[in-house]
Structure formats: C-alpha cells, structure tokens
C-alpha cells in the first residue's frame, strides 16, 4: 500500500515495538504529527524542552533496555537534542532520534530553521542519517534501530526533510538488515576466554572491575554467578552500579574519584583484575602511570576501541559480555579443583579486603539536627520500594546517591556518568516512569541542576507521572563549591545561589505537591508523605550546606591517594 | 613513525567528513589524505597516511573499523603495500637553469607538462620517498608551486584485498 513518508515512518517505529515516543511539533514535524494524531499504536509524550524529550527517551531505554525514541522539529528544536544526545552517546543508551529537515530543494540554502543537524551530531551519534528518498525511508530506519541496539549501543540520529515525508511510497519493512560495514563482534573467541579463566584461577588478589557494559548487556545474573563460583571480589564503576548486588559479601561497591577506600585499595593491590564492559575512565583510573601497577588485566568488551585505549591490557576479549561471562563459568565449572585451590589462595585476600573495609568503611557523621544528605538517601532506601527506579542529576547529591543508596538490581539507577549532564535526573526518571507506572520512580537532584529542566514538571502533571522528587538544597553548586573549598582556598566563585527558591510554591504551581524537611526529625515524615501522596511530589531537604563527598581522588593522582576525611 | 592504512569505505553522503572528524577530534594526525572511487561502484577508497606510535596506530585502526561505513582498513606499514603519489611542480626556468631542471626531470623519469619561457611544469610519479627527492633537488632552482596528490596504496602480490581476509 502507497503512503506518505511521515506514516511510514510511524509504521516502521511500529514494527520495531515502539509504543512511546516523546516529541515536541514544529513546522517541519507538521505532517508527522498530523499522522500521529490518528495512530493509536503510539503513544506520544510532549516534554516542554527538546533537551527532556531526549533525556525522557534515555531514561525509558535506561530502565527498560529498549530503543528510546524522541521527536524533534528542524533548527532549534534539532540543536535542542544535543545535549541530550550526546548524554545517551557518553553512556551507550541505545535510543532513535527523529529530526525533521527543511525540504529537500532547500537543504544548503540558510532556510529557515534549517542547520546541518548531521553534520552537527556526527561525532556524538553512534550513526546518522539523512533521508533523501521516500523510497529509503523504512530501510534506514530499520538500520537505524539496528545499529542502535546491537554491539556497543548508541543514540542513532535520522534527519528526515519534509518533502520526504509528504512523498509517497509503497511501504515495505524488511524482516532483516545485513550491513556489510558493520559486523559488531559478538563472540569471545573460546581460547581467550579459557586462557583468562586460567590466569584467574592463578591469582592471589583477583578483583572484577564492572562497568555499564554488564548492565547494557544483560549480564548481571551471570557477573554474579561467576563471582560467586570464583568467590571474588567485585567492584562496579558508576555506569555499573546495580550489575552486582551491593549487599552481597563480595562488593567492593564503586570506584574510582569517590569510590569507597576498600575498591579503590584494592584496585591498587590486585594482581589480575578483569575489567568487564568498563572503559577505565579517567574518573575510574585516576592517575595512570600507578592504576593497578601490580596487577595483569584482562578486559571483556563489544567495542574493540575500549580495550587498550589508556591501559595496557594483558588479555583482551571482544565480545557480549554475557556470552563470555556464561562461557567463562563452563570453563571454571569443568575445573573445581583448581577453583577450590583458587578459594583457598585467596583467602589471605579477602582477610586484607576486610581490614581495609573495617579501617575505612563508607561513613559520615549525622550529629546536630542539620539534615546530611547522606542520611537522607540512607532513608529513601529504607523507606522506597525494593524495585524503585532511582535517577540522579549530576552533583554531589549523585555521589551520595552512588554511595550511600546500595543498588542490588541493574537499570534500577539511571544516572549521566559519562557526560556529566546536569538537568537529566528528572526527565529521565520521567522516561522511567512512563515506562514502569506502577513502579516508584524516584529523582535526586541537587537545587541546581533541578533547575535546568524544572519545566517537566508540567509534563508530569498532566500525563499522571507520579515521579517522587528529591532536592538536597544547600543552596549551592555543591560539587563545584567542594572543588573551590579544597583545590581554591574557599573562594567561592559563583557558586552559592543566593536565591532561596520556595519549591513548596512551586510544585503547587505545577499541580502538584511539595514538602520540605529542614531539621533532620523531619526526614522521614516527609519521605513517608510523599511516597503517599499521588502525583507528582516534590520533597526538598535543606542539607548541611559545606558537607563533601569523601572519600575523594583529587583530579590526576593515585588512586590510592584518598582524601578520606577533611 | 609513518603509517600508510586503506580505507574502503561505503560511497554515502558524509564518509569522508565522518573520518576526518574522527582524526581531528581524537587528536591524530593526517599527513596526506586522498580518495576517489573504485572498480566497485558503491565503494570508494580512502588512503591516508597518518603518523603515531603502535598504540596510537591500533586505536586509529580500530576507530576506523568502528564507523559504520568503513568496510574494510588495510594497514601498509609492514611494507605489503606498493605506494605511489603524484606531484605537479612549477618550477622556474630561465637561461642556465632550464638544462639543470630537464636533467633532473630525466633522472627522476618525471615529465614536462607545461612549457613557458621562464617556467617548466613537472609532473613526476612515485613512491613518496621518491618524490621528497626530486623536490629537494628542485627546490634551490626556484619551486614556484607545488602539488602533491598524497599517496595511495595497493597490496603487493596476485591477491586483490577482500573484505572478509
Ligand atoms: C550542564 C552542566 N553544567 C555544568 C556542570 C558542572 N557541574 C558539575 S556538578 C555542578 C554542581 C551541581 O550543583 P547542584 O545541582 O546543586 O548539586 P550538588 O552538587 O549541590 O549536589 C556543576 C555546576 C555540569 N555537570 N553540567
């Protein structure tokens, strides 16, 4: 049957199982939404920024594992994506991103709302398109789906001119795609996994270092089983949070520039570390002439480019890493008398684990009756549901959310690692909640970074997303004022925000609720109203304003040079 | 160190500026840089001469595979490949020196393309090494302007680069 460009391409996000998008209209997305208007199939979110759509749709492909999809229209909508697709990009989120683009005739031209949106995503797409054809229209957007989810994921960017989708076409969806230029490796080559299963079983202070890689994977069962069988300790980055249950005897929790003494102690004492869909972040490896220097590292990766980018690596595997997480726990299964021996050589190991753990445990000091954010996020665990979603902003509030929450489930925690991006805890964890209605869906944000997409409240409102919403208020840029506090004498340079803001008054202005706690007595009443409450709510913690984030890496040193308490 | 690598990628909208922005945003080099089609329609052919280290090298080599529209990258560097670049030279020639020039011309095997009284036009072919040579021996005549096309490549031997070798 002969259709025009814009239905075609809700029938193809149709076949790919999409039953949400989130899009804002504009002059060249007109016939898009005119199709839309009629399409029961899709359901369509409208986000009161493009920045948030985009988010939104990250956080929904976060929590759920599925292609997020946003909409935007040409010129300043499409520049509008950006952040939000470069965010989804730093993080591997496998999302679809639909621009609209000023005809065909016009394109080179200045015309009105019309900027190279390719050009200008190029370097933080996995891929992007533009569509000249109508006839090119359904087998591209099948590559784009393609390339979206399969290998390392990535936000996919399909530019489609007007013209293009006001075009007639016979529509026709391929069942599947072949690209002979792109052939992610998916396998771990079976010699190599066995060889690492042996260097393992060799080691004396063996440590998993996972990265978001297990989570985007699907691999946290098997991450477990594997750590269980071998009994080895494991400590996950960021992105890795909730690939292996904080509570179990083996964490060693997260890593890195705020990670606990205990992982970061043993990352610097461990003689084989095994690196597992993790890229040795700067903000993970801290200076690198001494990260791991003892130790021989393996690294399990789907993208080649990971392996070897700043560490020299030992024994590198490309491929999923749950195919060769299930293929190194045969191996191992097929030799228990060398994995009782490994249990046993290790246990001098876990001894020094548990010394440093006991020297340094993760801790803060809840004395006078001014809130520390730390005991509120303590208290949010206790009190939110074992399956609640929880998204962060970028911050300290993040940091002591990373710490102190204790994720056991993957794409429970959706947060910007990569990027940094402040302003995408609550459209994502809007994403989350459209996704997931019946789940409590929870965002922490500082009193900064909420401020940069506030306006979603509106769209929470009114499309009955009850997102519980989580400000530690110390009336600062908190993270930046730590960094002023210890590496600039305490000048605070724009910083503090002066402004109080009556959040209260403003949930109300939305439609919806608010509570603010301000003597630490209060905490709890205020979680437990809000978690009651339905709707949308907004619970403000006005928290101890100079509190840090301890322990802390400075920029470029050792990791084991930790500033544990100033 | 220099490194001569192949890239065949697909002839879409964009390739050549999505390998570009791969060198210029990750901070590698390009020394010379050229492409053009190839007996396969759909294909062109990208040859790039870069310089780094091994490590730098294999990271350039695995970015390269990882754009989408890159088929296939052959590395030259171990000497599979034969190499060949092509210059136009302008060179003045006046009274004395029009001999020393056709000399070297001859030497180097180079041609004349473009005659005038004071000025010979030199087309001159070969392995970029090769070309180095005659430029330097031209140059204390009076270089006016030069063009070079920068290398390409191709593999030694009967066998034709495949895409799954
Ligand atoms: C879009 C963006 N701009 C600037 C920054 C730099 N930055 C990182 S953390 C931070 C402070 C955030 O303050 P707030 O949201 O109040 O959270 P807190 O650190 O106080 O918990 C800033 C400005 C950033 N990460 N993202």
């Known amino acids: ?566 | 160190m220099k490194h001569t690598l192949s890239v065949l990628v697909e002839n879409d909208f964009g390739v050549l500026s999505r390998v570009a922005a791969l060198f210029s945003g990750r901070g590698f080099n390009i020394d010379s840089l050229s492409v053009a089609p190839t007996n396969d329609e759909g294909i062109s052919r990208i040859t790039l001469v870069t310089s780094g280290d091994e490590q730098v090298l294999e990271q350039i080599s695995k970015q390269l595979n990882k754009l989408i529209d890159v088929i296939k990258v052959i590395d030259f560097t171990d000497g599979s490949g034969v190499e060949r670049e092509m210059a136009l030279v302008k060179v003045t020639a006046e009274d004395e020196s029009r001999a020393e020039v056709l000399r070297i011309v001859d030497i180097f095997r180079a041609k004349i393309i473009d005659v005038t009284q004071k000025s010979y036009t030199i087309e001159a072919t070969g392995n970029p090494t090769k070309i180095d040579a005659i430029l330097d021996l031209l140059r204390p005549l009076g270089l006016k302007e030069l063009v070079r096309t920068g290398a390409v490549a191709i593999g030694r031997g009967a066998k034709a680069w495949s895409k799954d070798s």
């Open chain 1, 1 to 566: 049957m002969k259709m025009n460009g814009a239905r075609i391409l809700l029938e193809c996000l149709k076949k790919e199982g999409v039953d949400l998008i989130f899009g804002y209209p504009g002059g060249t997305v007109i016939n898009i939404y005119d199709e839309l208007h009629s399409f029961k199939a899709i359901r369509h979110i409208l986000p009161r920024h493009e920045q948030a759509g985009v988010h939104a749709a990250d956080g929904y492909a976060r929590a759920t594992g599925r292609v997020g999809v946003a909409l935007a229209t040409s010129g300043p909508g499409a520049t509008n994506t950006v952040t939000g697709i470069a965010t989804a990009y730093m993080d591997s989120t496998p999302m679809v991103i639909i621009t609209g683009q000023v005809p065909t005739h016009l394109i080179g031209n200045d015309a009105f709302q019309e900027v190279d949106i390719v050009g200008i995503t190029r370097q933080c797409t996995k891929h992007n398109f533009l569509v000249k054809d109508v006839n090119d229209l359904a087998l591209i957007l099948k590559k784009a789906f393609y390339i979206a989810r399969s290998g390392r994921p990535g936000p996919v960017l399909v530019d489609i001119p007007k013209d293009v989708q006001i075009a007639m076409a016979e529509f026709h969806y391929p069942e599947s795609i072949e690209i002979r230029s792109y052939k992610p490796t998916l396998e771990g080559h079976p010699k190599q996994i066995e060889r690492a299963v042996d260097m393992i079983l060799e080691a004396k202070k063996p440590v998993f270092y996972v990265g978001g890689g297990v989570v985007l994977g699907e691999a946290s069962a098997e991450l477990t089983t594997l750590a269980r069988l071998l009994n080895v300790p494991v400590t996950t980055t960021l992105m890795g949070l909730g690939a292996f249950p904080e509570t179990d005897p083996n964490a060693l929790r997260m890593l890195g520039m705020h990670g606990t003494y205990y992982a970061n102690m043993a990352m610097t004492h461990t003689d084989v570390l095994v690196a597992i869909g993790a890229r040795f972040d700067d903000r993970v490896t801290g200076k690198l002439a001494t990260f791991a220097p003892h130790a021989k590292i393996i690294h399990i990766d789907v993208d080649p480019t990971s392996i070897k980018k700043n560490v020299r690596v030992d024994l590198p595997i490309v491929g999923m890493v749950k195919g060769v997480l299930e293929r190194m726990i045969k191996v191992a299964n097929k030799k228990s008398a060398a994995v009782e021996a490994l249990k046993e050589a290790i246990k001098p190991w876990h001894e020094e684990i548990s010394g440093w753990k006991e020297k340094h445990p993760l801790t803060y000091k809840q004395t006078s009756s001014t809130i520390k954010p730390q005991y509120v996020i303590e208290k949010l665990r206790e009190l939110s549901d074992a399956d609640a979603i929880v998204s962060t902003d970028v911050g300290q509030h993040q940091m002591w959310t990373a710490q102190f929450f204790g994720f056991t489930t993957p794409r429970t925690i959706l947060t910007s690692g990569g990027l940094g991006t402040m302003g995408f805890g609550l459209p994502a964890a809007m994403g989350a909640q459209a996704a997931f209605p019946e789940r409590q869906v929870i965002t922490i944000c500082g009193d900064g970074g909420i401020q940069m997409n506030i306006q979603e409240m509106a769209t929470l409102v009114q499309n009955r997303l009850p997102v519980k919403i989580v400000i530690l208020n110390n009336n600062f840029l908190g993270m930046v004022r730590q960094w002023q506090e210890l590496f600039f004498d305490k000048r605070y340079s724009s910083t503090c925000m002066e402004l109080p803001i009556d959040y209260n008054k403003l949930a109300e202005a939305y439609g919806a609720n608010g509570f603010r706690a301000t003597n630490v007595d209060e905490v709890e009443d205020v979680i437990k109203k809000a978690f009651a409450t339905p709707g949308p709510v907004i619970m403000e913690f006005m928290v101890a304003r100079e509190e840090k984030v301890l322990p802390m890496v400075p920029a470029g040193a050792s990791l084991n040079e930790m500033v544990l308490n100033a």
